[in-house]
């Protein structure tokens, strides 16, 4: 069974359509990279998984059932969001900002236990990052604070990740570890949908790809398949060339990096 499925999903923002028969089907393990222009919906699609929105017509469901009727608490249990990387308005520790992923398995009001600080250690020393538990929040790099909402994500209990573009703002080495991360945790079972701008970080992940243009599916499929000169060049109304490295990998180039011609819109 399908442990996320989208079926014909349509959603519109004040009568203005921003998704249009949508679907999509995620099992566990899965690595399900969103790709399209800005304003082709990725973001409202993400939302919608997670139960933020519910679709104008069409049905979510998670683990066989419809976002719509879980208790907010209870899918928080099955899906962890993990936005972009952002600073906080207060300077928490790292070690509290991991701790808040225990407040779905919490009462209304309630003391963390032995059991929810050992869960978040566990989980900043598989995110390597144990070291800076004491560490504010605010003070250390993009990269650290990446790997700890993933760690909040962690001790949340969820084994589904849902991530909005989350090498935003990161600088290249630390795209490659949280990537690399990504591509680890997904080897353990665990599952990830994520929008990104970056088809080779797709092709990288070597996991599943939907590409979304104007609120539609332009196609779907494993990354190695679907990410080619053709669909590119569609998607992004931009020449593109889809070439093979000497080690064997694929990478994509844009024809104005090799022509030096401006793209036309």
Same mark, same amino acid.
């Given at each position: 069974?399908?442990?996320? #499925?989208?079926?014909?999903?349509?959603?519109?923002?004040?009568?203005?359509?921003?998704? *249009?028969?949508? *679907?999509? *089907?995620?099992?566990?393990?899965?690595?399900? #990279?969103?790709?399209?222009?800005?304003? #082709?919906?990725?973001? !409202?699609?993400?939302?919608?998984?997670?139960? /933020?929105?519910?679709? %104008?017509?069409?049905? @979510?469901?998670? %683990?066989?059932?419809?976002?719509?009727? /879980?208790?907010?608490?209870?899918?928080?249990? +099955?899906?962890?969001?993990?936005?972009?990387?952002?600073?906080?308005?207060? *300077?928490?520790?790292?070690?509290? @900002?991991?701790?808040?992923?225990?407040?779905?398995?919490?009462?209304?009001?309630?003391?963390?236990? +032995? +059991?929810?600080?050992?869960?978040?250690?566990?989980?900043?020393?598989?995110?390597?990052?144990?070291?800076?538990?004491?560490?504010?929040?605010?003070?250390?790099?993009?990269?650290?604070?990446?790997?700890?909402?993933?760690?909040?994500?962690?001790?949340?209990?969820? %084994? !589904?990740?849902?991530?909005?573009?989350?090498?935003?703002?990161?600088?290249?080495?630390?795209?490659?570890?949280?990537?690399?991360?990504?591509?680890?945790?997904?080897?353990?079972?665990?599952?990830?949908?994520?929008?990104?701008?970056?088809?080779?970080?797709?092709?990288?992940? #070597?996991?599943?790809?939907?590409?979304?243009? +104007?609120?539609?599916?332009?196609?779907?499929?494993?990354?190695?398949?679907?990410?080619?000169?053709?669909?590119?060049?569609?998607?992004?109304?931009?020449?593109?060339?889809?070439?093979?490295?000497?080690?064997?990998?694929?990478?994509?180039?844009?024809?104005?990096?090799?022509?030096?011609?401006?793209?036309?819109?």
């Amino acid at each position: 069974m399908n442990f996320i #499925s989208v079926n014909q999903v349509s959603y519109a923002y004040s009568g203005t359509p921003v998704l *249009s028969h949508v *679907s999509l *089907s995620v099992t566990k393990g899965d690595i399900l #990279s969103v790709l399209g222009p800005n304003g #082709s919906g990725k973001t !409202t699609l993400l939302k919608l998984i997670l139960g /933020f929105f519910q679709p %104008d017509s069409g049905t @979510v469901h998670v %683990d066989g059932q419809d976002v719509g009727t /879980f208790p907010t608490r209870m899918l928080a249990r +099955k899906i962890a969001y993990v936005p972009q990387v952002h600073r906080m308005a207060f *300077s928490f520790r790292m070690m509290d @900002v991991v701790m808040m992923g225990r407040i779905p398995h919490k009462p209304f009001i309630f003391r963390y236990s +032995k +059991k929810d600080k050992a869960l978040a250690e566990t989980a900043m020393e598989r995110m390597g990052i144990a070291h800076l538990k004491d560490r504010s929040y605010t003070e250390v790099s993009g990269g650290e604070r990446q790997l700890c909402l993933i760690a909040r994500a962690l001790a949340q209990g969820a %084994d !589904t990740f849902v991530m909005d573009e989350p090498v935003s703002g990161l600088d290249y080495g630390n795209q490659v570890r949280l990537l690399t991360t990504i591509r680890s945790l997904a080897s353990e079972g665990y599952t990830f949908i994520k929008t990104t701008h970056f088809p080779d970080h797709a092709l990288w992940m #070597s996991g599943q790809v939907l590409m979304l243009k +104007k609120g539609r599916v332009v196609i779907t499929g494993p990354s190695d398949d679907v990410i080619t000169q053709a669909s590119l060049s569609d998607l992004y109304h931009l020449d593109m060339d889809v070439a093979h490295t000497l080690c064997g990998t694929r990478v994509c180039v844009p024809d104005a990096m090799r022509t030096g011609r401006v793209p036309l819109q």
